[in-house]
């Protein structure tokens, strides 16, 4: 259940920049490419800092996964924008 939530915000996060950045003629792979690197740098900072959160490899795929599926979404979006 924690990595469909997970999938999900992500898939969420991804649409919500991407139909904004899109506005400003931000590249779709850029946009997937912040989302990743944005869950890496969240699950690292889980595994330096002391707040009894741990580093999952599981979470990561997860968040990529959603990013990717929101990519997907974006990429019919923009076609019915063209």
Same mark, same amino acid.
């Given at each position: 259940? /924690?990595?469909?939530?997970?999938?999900?915000?992500?898939?969420?996060?991804?649409? =919500?920049?991407?139909?904004? =950045?899109?506005?400003?003629?931000?590249?779709?792979?850029?946009?997937?490419? $912040?989302?990743?690197?944005?869950?890496l740098l969240i699950?690292?900072?889980?595994?330096? $800092?002391?707040?009894?959160?741990?580093? /999952?490899?599981? /979470?990561?795929?997860?968040?990529?996964?959603?990013?990717?599926?929101?990519?997907?979404? $974006? =990429?019919?979006?923009?076609?019915? $924008?063209?």
């Amino acid at each position: 259940m /924690d990595k469909l939530i997970h999938l999900t915000m992500y898939c969420i996060l991804i649409l =919500l920049w991407g139909i904004n =950045l899109i506005r400003f003629k931000f590249s779709l792979i850029k946009i997937l490419f $912040l989302t990743i690197i944005f869950g890496l740098l969240i699950e690292t900072l889980q595994y330096l $800092l002391p707040f009894g959160r741990y580093f /999952d490899l599981g /979470d990561i795929i997860a968040n990529s996964v959603g990013a990717i599926i929101g990519i997907i979404i $974006l =990429l019919f979006y923009k076609k019915k $924008l063209l």
